[in-house]
């Protein structure tokens, strides 16, 4: 499979650990996003990369989240403190460059469950 | 800042009947809209946008910018629909940082 691979793909934590996720983008796509998606919503946009540049941050990213992208290719997505309302799907998705039909089109993988206690 | 609506939760019809899936948003520029759909057990996947005038699956979808809507049809629905659907929506020329409305369940009974 050469999907969008993330890891690990549930994950049962008690309130105050740290945790980190892992996303492996499609090899040729230069964008990777976070998104989070809570019981009932739509996936809500986190943060994104271009090659290992974080272009933009969401609000909802606090200073307990941080995203990183190394060399470009796989992210990780830390969470530190994790309280009860981390509690979510946390999605990544990763694309060509945008432009044109490529615009919106995002590859997403199935997602990392987290689930605080 | 845009905001997508989907103002129905679950759309259940049987098979063969037509489907329209709303969506309305609010921008202040040029948007351009997209329909997702998460199939049981796989994962969000791009099933059409506006700039393509295509039709996916039987599926099609107009940009009225005059009511603000993206409304999702189909003319004769059939089982395999069924699935999670979501409108989402990025700016023109943007970075495809897409925002989602919450998304409504179709359901298809035989």
């Known amino acids: 499979d050469t999907g969008v691979s993330q890891n690990p793909r549930h994950k049962i934590t008690k309130r105050g650990q740290n945790v980190t996720f892992r996303c492996d983008p499609i090899?040729?796509?230069?964008?990777l996003y976070w998104y989070r998606q809570t019981l009932g919503q739509g996936p809500e946009f986190l943060t994104y990369?271009?090659?290992?540049?974080?272009?933009?941050k969401s609000r909802l990213l606090s200073d307990r989240f941080s995203a990183e992208r190394p060399k470009g290719s796989f992210s990780t997505l830390e969470i530190q403190r994790t309280e009860q309302g981390d509690s979510a799907m946390y999605l990544c998705a990763s694309s060509l460059p945008t432009g044109g039909k490529r615009t919106g089109e995002l590859f997403f993988g199935e997602g990392s469950r987290l689930t605080v206690l | 800042a845009q905001r997508v609506t989907q103002p129905e939760k679950l759309l259940s019809v049987f098979k063969g009947a037509p489907v329209e899936l709303k969506c309305n948003y609010s921008?202040?520029?040029?948007?351009?809209l997209f329909w997702y759909v998460q199939y049981s057990r796989q994962r969000l996947q791009l099933l059409l946008r506006?700039?393509s005038r295509e039709s996916i699956k039987g599926f099609t979808a107009d940009l009225n910018k005059g009511e603000t809507s993206f409304h999702l049809k189909k003319p004769f629905a059939q089982e395999e629909d069924s699935a999670m659907y979501y409108c989402?929506?990025?700016?023109?020329?943007?970075?495809?940082?897409?925002?989602f409305g919450k998304g409504i369940t179709l359901s298809v009974r035989p």
């Open positions: 090899s040729e796509h230069n964008r």
């Open positions: 921008y202040s520029g040029s948007p351009e």
């Open positions: 506006h700039i």
């Open positions: 990369f271009q090659n290992e540049a974080q272009l933009e």
């Open positions: 989402a929506l990025t700016p023109t020329g943007a970075n495809s940082k897409l925002t």
